[in-house]
Nanobody, 120 residues
Framework: QLQASGGGLVQPGGSLRLSCAAS????????LGWFRQAPGKEREGVSC????????YYLDSVRGRFTISRDNAKNTVWLQINSLKPEDTSVYYC???????????????WGQGTQVTVSS
């Protein structure tokens, strides 16, 4: 089970920190990722991180603004999102999967989603 939190309404240029806590399984055996889906659009991989810290993927449009991190001891993954833009508005989901991939179809466990809205 994954529990995501930290979304909200922010102005353009603002920041948020999304958190995702895993329970019921050992997350250090899994790649962890953040995905987002806006209304009418396909779910897309925003960022994911391997089981070992140091290898991460970022969607081109968020690279340099978003930072993924994980703490296996806490079974938690975070997504620090800075310099938010209106086009970042979406529901953000965390997920865990055995395969490190930016493709959401490769992930087995999903959180419930947290809404991020960027608007002035």
């Amino acid at each position: 089970q994954l529990q995501a939190s930290g979304g909200g309404l922010v102005q353009p240029g603002g920041s948020l920190r999304l958190s995702c806590a895993a329970s019921g399984f050992t997350s250090d055996d899994y790649a962890l990722g953040w995905f987002r889906q806006a209304p009418g659009k396909e779910r897309e991989g925003v960022s994911c991180i391997k089981t070992s810290v140091g290898s991460a993927y970022y969607l081109d449009s968020v690279r340099g603004r978003f930072t993924i991190s994980r703490d296996n001891a806490k079974n938690t993954v975070w997504l620090q999102i800075n310099s938010l833009k209106p086009e970042d508005t979406s529901v953000y989901y965390c997920a865990a999967g055995k395969k490190y991939s930016s493709d959401w179809r490769q992930y087995d466990y999903w959180g419930q989603g947290t809404q991020v809205t960027v608007s002035s």
